[in-house]
């Protein structure tokens, strides 16, 4: 079982940074597939971007490359997203996910996780 604990989110304005963290339990998370995923109101969860197991390839949705960057720190049991150049279609309850699932290809689908955060709320104002 892993326990996966968000925190960072709040509110920026536009053109800000934010840096979201999701803290894992468990003596295995260098075996886990990372993953943000993130929903708006109204909105199907989307996902944002992924880092895998030991060697940390990273993917990333169309919406956020150049502006978001995922990152892992084993020896913490932490992974980080930072977020740069927010706007406003970035607000959404953020999500951590984890899977020792080993077929990367399939990181940008939700199902393809095992266990979820409570998410933390990213608000970005104009």
């Known amino acids: 079982q892993v326990q996966l604990v968000e925190s960072g989110g709040g509110l920026v304005q536009a053109g800000g940074s934010l840096r979201l963290s999701c803290a894992a339990s468990?003596?295995?998370?260098?075996?886990?597939?990372m993953g943000w995923f993130r929903q708006a109101p109204g909105k199907e969860r989307e996902f944002v971007a992924a880092?895998?197991?030991?060697?940390?390839?990273?993917y990333y949705a169309d919406s956020v490359k150049g502006r978001f960057t995922i990152s892992r720190d084993n020896a913490k049991n932490t992974v980080h997203l930072q977020m740069n150049s927010l706007k406003l279609e970035d607000t959404a309850v953020y999500y951590c996910?984890?899977?020792?699932?080993?077929?990367?290809?399939?990181?940008?689908?939700?199902?393809?996780?095992?266990?979820w955060g409570q998410g933390t709320q990213v608000t970005v104002s104009s």
């Open positions: 996910a984890a899977t020792s699932n080993r077929m990367p290809r399939l990181a940008q689908y939700g199902n393809y996780y095992d266990y």
């Open positions: 880092i895998t197991w030991s060697s940390g390839v990273t």
């Open positions: 468990g003596r295995t998370f260098s075996s886990y597939t």
